[in-house]
């Protein structure tokens, strides 16, 4: 049924663009390859809950320079160990990402507070996952549908025109999920016909630690599809490294003040364009580009021709034009009213003069 509600799903399949971009991706769901966090639970590691978070950082980044060559014995079929008793990496990654929620940095603020005592900073999320809702999504982009969208409440920013303000704000209380009935979500989803695991929200990044425990459980070959606002900590990058597949990152503003501005955001660019290059070395990429009324010479702009310019004009860019006013978009005027046709057709133009060969529009 899903194909009949969007063929371009069935379409993209032979779009040769989208398959270099992402052909990693299409030959996991496809069952040709296995996903990253099935090769990272096989890599065994030698490290002890007893040692310190910095000898366990310097045993994770020995093991990730030559994680990238693994991954292309494992993609040949030269070589896939089976699980051991050993600490795997994927279990060294858990328990940094454990220690940090002890001392929240996943994202880029870097508040600093104890969620495992139940502290709360910017994003409000404790020391339980809360998940909003889960199920087979169908407005996703062509590639990815049906995606196996997991929503989880609290976001990192505050985007006064945010659509899904409810869960990112923890209007909703969601339910609480242990690692445990996360991976059983994923398992179901992936049994359904879902092509990936989508990890979204609110935004993913404050769950990073859940995420990872919850992978250790999953048995189903699944591609993982990080879906994220792109505002995370050069540590949670590390962490990802290895776990996720795709990346389906936000590119939200310019080098300018429009992120403090609509999203309580500072330093945006900085940390955007960081995770945009570890994203593109470690993993595929999708960005997501929503053209913003009045913004497009002090983000479209630098955004489009950054993208074409550091990460390669065939990138797979998703040029959108669905925005309309929602929660507190009142409060900056030229958000108050939707796009108009002539601003993305000059978006439009923007890509093409940046020489972006690989839209989605």
């Known amino acids: ?45 030698n490290f002890l809950l007893g040692n310190t978070t910095e000898e366990l950082w310097t045993k994770h980044s020995q093991i990730l320079d030559g994680y990238l060559d ?30 940090i929620l002890s001392s929240c940095h996943f994202c880029t603020r870097r508040c600093g507070v ?18 909003s809702s889960f199920f087979e999504h169908m407005g996703e982009e062509p590639e990815l549908v049906p995606s196996g969208t ?20 923890n209007i909703e209380a969601g339910d ?49 599809i990080w879906n994220s606002n792109s505002y995370y900590s050069h540590e949670t990058a590390q962490l ?20 403090t501005k609509i999203s309580s955001a500072p330093d945006y660019w900085s940390a955007c364009t960081r995770n945009h290059l570890a994203a593109k070395k470690y993993g595929e990429l999708i960005v997501r580009v929503l053209v913003l009324p009045g913004h497009n010479s002090c983000c479209t702009r630098p955004i489009l021709t950054w993208i074409s310019e550091n990460l390669g004009p065939e990138t797979r860019v998703n040029l959108m034009d669905q925005y309309r006013p ?7 005027p030229e958000l108050r009213r939707r796009l108009t046709g002539s601003e993305f057709r000059e978006a439009r133009e923007i890509a093409s003069e940046a020489g972006l060969t690989n839209l989605i529009t």
């Open 114 to 131: 104890d969620r495992e005592r139940g502290e709360t900073g910017f994003c409000g999320c404790g020391p339980t996952a809360t998940v």
């Open 1 to 45: 049924m899903w194909a009949a509600v969007r063929p371009d799903s069935i379409a993209v399949l032979k779009d040769e663009k989208c398959k270099r971009s992402l052909s990693r991706y299409f030959s996991i769901f496809q069952g040709k390859k296995k996903a990253k966090f099935l090769i990272t639970r096989s890599l065994q590691t």
């Open 150 to 169: 997991i929503f989880t409440c609290g976001c990192t920013m505050r985007c006064l025109h945010c659509q899904n303000w409810t869960i990112s704000q």
């Open 326 to 332: 929602e929660w507190r978009a009142h409060e900056v």
């Open 240 to 259: 990802l490294a290895g776990f996720a597949d795709v990346y389906l990152l936000d590119f939200k503003y310019g080098p300018e003040d429009c992120a």
């Open 176 to 224: 609480l999920c242990s690692p445990e009935a996360l991976a059983k979500i994923v398992d179901r989803l992936r049994q359904q016909g879902c092509r990936n695991a989508n990890l979204v929200g609110g935004e993913p990044t404050p769950w990073l630690h859940h995420w990872l425990d919850a992978f250790s459980k999953v048995k189903e070959n699944v591609p993982v």
């Open 70 to 99: 693994h991954e292309r014995l494992t993609d040949s079929g030269t070589s896939f160990p089976m699980q051991s008793e050993e600490p795997s990496f994927l279990a060294l990654k858990t328990e940094l990402s454990k220690r």
